[in-house]
């Protein structure tokens, strides 16, 4: 167990749809780092925060957007869903960008 | 952001030790090495990082040159449990830093 906790861990829904994926951070770790990776491929950098702020900013599509709430919490929001969203999401976080913890995946399936 | 260059995928047996090498030409003076282990469906762990010379923990060796342009990923006698793909990031950590940009990585199969 990482720490890091990412829900839900399975979501089906349909093109146009709009979804909100969860992730609690490690206690004490400011920064939280979102991943999308498809089968097969790589881990796609989407976005970090760190301590509420936008951090970093990578391949994030325009209908994705994300926010880290005060009690360090993040939330990635993807809308207008396309069959070619489904991946798995991962959300790690660090306490300094040294060693990172990763989330279960939030496995998600556009049909 | 260093870029990084590792094989695409190596193949190894039960038992033998694998050198993963991973080549950061562009690596900065305040980058650190940092490696991860990522099985299908779960997201990557982290093994070791080191800055310079050698670090080793219970699971593997990192080995970095003096110029600190690669960094090799040793594993001590494979095991089946060890085929996963194998990253190696380079940056600058501390605060705000810590840029987690992963390339393709090294797919490593061990056979019986």
């Known amino acids: 167990d990482s720490g890091v906790t990412q829900t839900p861990k399975h979501l089906i829904t349909a093109t146009g749809q709009r979804v909100t994926l969860r992730c609690s951070p490690r206690?004490?770790?400011?920064?939280v780092y979102w991943y999308q990776q498809s089968l097969d491929q790589g881990l796609q950098f989407l976005i970090q925060?760190?301590?509420?702020?936008?951090?970093a900013k990578g391949n994030i599509l325009e209908r994705f957007s994300a926010q880290q709430f005060p009690d360090l919490h993040s939330e990635l929001n993807l809308s207008s869903l396309e069959l070619g969203d489904s991946a798995l999401y991962f959300c790690?976080?660090?306490?300094?960008?040294?060693?990172?913890?990763f989330g279960q995946g939030t496995r998600l399936t556009v049909v | 952001l260093a870029k990084t260059t590792q094989p695409i995928s190596m193949d190894s047996y039960e038992g033998q030790e694998v050198n993963i090498t991973c080549s950061h030409n562009?690596?900065?003076?305040?980058?650190?090495i940092t490696w991860y282990q990522q099985f299908p469906s779960q997201g990557p762990r982290f093994i070791i990082q080191?800055?310079?010379t050698k670090v080793t923990n219970e699971v593997a060796s990192l080995f970095i040159p003096a110029d600190r342009k690669s960094s090799t990923l040793s594993l001590p006698r494979v095991s089946l449990s060890d085929t996963a793909v194998y990253y190696c990031?380079?940056?600058?950590?501390?605060?705000?830093?810590?840029?987690?940009?992963f390339g393709k990585g090294t797919k490593l199969s061990v056979k019986p």
């Open positions: 790690a976080s660090s306490v300094d960008g040294g060693q990172a913890f």
């Open positions: 925060y760190y301590n509420g702020e936008e951090r």
């Open positions: 562009n690596i900065a003076t305040n980058d650190y």
């Open positions: 990031l380079v940056g600058a950590y501390g605060g705000s830093q810590g840029n987690l940009i």
């Open positions: 080191g800055y310079k």
């Open positions: 206690s004490g770790d400011l920064s």
